[in-house]
């Protein structure tokens, strides 16, 4: 490795192997509870905790450490129906014929439409920009690396510290998303990734059957 600053490891812990397995265990055990839900409560949801589940966000590996994401959250009343009316707007064409046929079968056995309620029921949408410019602080203005990459991996961190308080998401993109830089008054370099929604589930909120499928270990992996 070429010289560089760095110091020893701060904060690792190395589990007995024992351990490691039961927490591997109950840690599945955790994240195959996470569901994708379309019907949330309003009811309200602490600040400081989506503050805190944007902090475990900002941990994510990412491209030379530029860390290319920023977190809009919306949370008026009047801010969220501007998310909603724009968004619905864009599904009305993607239902429409925007999408094409394949698409719009593929989407039918989870139930969807153009219709997104939740955009306003939800305490809590959080738009999430990828930022082409930036650097490790926020005077930096460099050329940011693997950006999608990097936003996509904090958005998993995003959601995974989200489920873990007890709350609920759905990601939401709509297409195009553009409405979300003015809503949120971000600058063009930064494109909108996804808007996430966040809150607890309704008391009716039901989870598509299609969306219970997951594919099994043999599927998805090999070990060579």
Known sequence: MKEHDSRPLPDFIEYPPNEMLTRSEEFYAEIKRRHTVREFSDKPVDRAVIENCIR????????ANHQPWYFAVIS????????????????????????GEEWLDALAALGTDDHKPYLETAPHLIAIFAQQRGGVTAEDDRKNYY??????????????????????????????????????????????????????????????????????????STFI
């Open 56 to 63: 475990a966000a900002g941990t994510a590996p990412s491209g």
């Open 76 to 99: 008026s009343a009047d801010a969220k129906k501007q998310v909603r009316i724009a968004a619905e707007k864009e599904e009305v064409a993607f239902y429409d014929g925007r999408a």
């Open 147 to 220: 950006i999608r990459e990097s936003v996509g991996i904090a958005t998993g961190f995003l959601i995974n510290a989200l489920h873990h308080c007890g709350l609920t998401t759905l990601t939401h993109t709509p297409k195009p998303m553009t409405f979300l830089n003015e809503i949120c008054q971000r600058p063009k370099t930064d494109k909108p990734y996804i808007l996430l929604v966040t809150g607890y589930p309704a008391e009716n909120a039901t989870v598509p059957e299609h969306a219970l499928i997951k594919k099994p270990l043999d599927v998805i």
